[in-house]
């Protein structure tokens, strides 16, 4: 039987890669999200100012699509299905959440682009993802998303062929949101929660 000291050092080390494994999985959302946002992988727009250097002659078609997990008592939905814009030219599209259900709710959006090779070329200057959304009972809200298609994906013999582009959002009920409620509870044990 090992030692009482042997015993220490092994929980010791059993807890320090639990701590380990813990923070990783807390930082495992936010490093994905900046690895995606750096080199456009899974369809991820780039985030950032205007740096075109304005309109060309050449169109594109944005095409709008809103997703909602069945989790969340939402209808979700692009004010338009489509625009056609020029290449480098600046534009603002809206989406519409209404929450469905007899109390407050909380949701956050995540999106993709397609094709995904033509995420690097779109980029967004302001967005409502990635932000916790509070909608009261019955209560309807726009959110707006500022976007522009740089004019370089025309000069891209990978992305040459791209007339139109996917720019898709889905909403889930935040974690915070679905624990208060009890929704995680209700998922299963499957479902992880800091909260037990």
């Known amino acids: 039987m090992p030692s009482r000291r042997a ?3 092994t929980a010791a080390a059993l807890s320090a890669v ?3 494994m813990v923070g990783l999985s807390f930082a495992a959302v936010p490093l994905y999200r900046m690895f995606c946002a ?7 727009p780039q985030i950032g100012p205007l740096h075109s250097a304005g309109a060309v002659a050449r169109t594109i078609t944005v095409r709008f699509n809103a997703d ?3 989790g969340l008592p939402w209808q979700f939905t692009p004010e338009q299905r489509q625009v056609t ?3 480098g030219e600046e534009q603002v599209a809206f989406y519409a959440a209404r929450n469905e259900a007899s109390e407050p709710v909380t949701g956050i959006a995540l999106y993709n682009v397609t094709p995904e090779k033509a995420a690097h070329y779109f980029h967004k200057t302001a967005c409502f993802c990635f932000n916790q959304q509070t909608l009261a009972a019955g209560q309807t809200m726009q ?3 500022s976007y522009w298609v740089d004019p370089a994906i025309a000069d891209d013999p990978n992305t040459a062929d791209v007339t139109t582009i996917t720019l898709s959002y889905t909403f889930f009920r935040s974690l915070d949101d ?4 009890g929704a995680l509870a209700r998922a299963g044990e499957h479902v992880g929660s800091s909260t037990q």
């Open 7 to 9: 015993r220490t050092a």
């Open 18 to 20: 639990i701590v380990g």
């Open 68 to 70: 909602t997990n069945p």
């Open 178 to 181: 679905a624990a208060h409620s």
């Open 85 to 87: 814009l020029a290449l």
């Open 38 to 44: 750096a080199t456009g992988y899974g369809g991820t």
């Open 143 to 145: 959110f707006p998303v």
